[in-house]
């Protein structure tokens, strides 16, 4: 268990449909990040945060947004979904730059 | 452009023989390198990672990693293979330590 929890586990929806994942980090840790694992693209890199602040972007789409709450626990919007959007989402927190604790993910199926 | 490449889709190895599953990167600058492992249905874990220092990194379960800046490269090495050790390894690069860059994944198959 690596103390970054994720909610929901499973989430099933349509396209068009807006959905919000949950991320809360290992306690203490300042730093959340978002990736995105699919089938096709492997695992990409979609944003990070640090403190509530956004620090880096990498490929995430504009349909996409996320922010992190002053308890540090973060939120990734998607919305407009489409079906190449169905994958596996899953945050980190880290506690120090070189080192990434990851959460169990969303699975996100868009139908 | 900062890239990390894993040649092999899956690596085949039987129990007791040692086990190496590549990674090539293409940063600028000095890259910090990351291996993780995933099992089915699991986040990421971490194994090990090069910074600085001596280019031979140990990890965990007995894992271990070379750095060799000339050929760009950080594979994953582990004399003795285990059927526990089964799952999907992940090379990671990054820069700054803001935005990390994954490889595609190596499916590990340890047959007893």
């Known amino acids: 268990d690596s103390g970054v929890t994720q909610t929901p586990k499973h989430l099933i929806t349509a396209t068009g449909q807006r959905v919000t994942l949950r991320c809360s980090p290992r306690?203490?840790?300042?730093?959340v990040y978002w990736y995105q694992q699919s089938l096709d693209q492997g695992l990409q890199f979609l944003i990070q945060?640090?403190?509530?602040?956004?620090?880096a972007k990498g490929n995430i789409l504009e349909r996409f947004s996320a922010q992190q709450f002053p308890d540090l626990h973060s939120e990734l919007n998607l919305s407009s979904l489409e079906l190449g959007d169905s994958a596996l989402y899953f945050c980190?927190?880290?506690?120090?730059?070189?080192?990434?604790?990851f959460g169990p993910g969303t699975r996100l199926t868009v139908l | 452009a900062q890239s990390v490449a894993q040649p092999e889709d899956q690596v085949n190895v039987a129990e007791g023989n040692p086990l190496t599953v590549k990674c090539t990167y293409s940063?600028?600058?000095?890259?910090?390198l990351f291996w993780y492992v995933q099992y089915p249905n699991r986040g990421l874990q971490f194994l090990l990672k090069?910074?600085?220092?001596?280019?031979l990194v140990k990890g965990s379960y007995g894992f271990e990693a070379e750095f060799n800046k000339s050929q760009t490269s950080f594979h994953l090495k582990k004399p003795s293979a285990l059927v526990s050790d089964s799952a999907l390894y992940f090379c990671?690069?990054?820069?700054?330590?803001?935005?990390?860059?994954f490889g595609s994944g190596t499916k590990l198959n340890v047959k007893p």
């Open positions: 306690s203490g840790d300042l730093s």
């Open positions: 945060y640090y403190n509530g602040e956004e620090r």
């Open positions: 090069y910074i600085t220092g001596d280019n």
């Open positions: 990671a690069v990054s820069y700054n330590f803001n935005k990390f860059y």
């Open positions: 940063v600028s600058g000095n890259p910090y």
């Open positions: 980190a927190s880290s506690p120090r730059p070189n080192e990434q604790f």
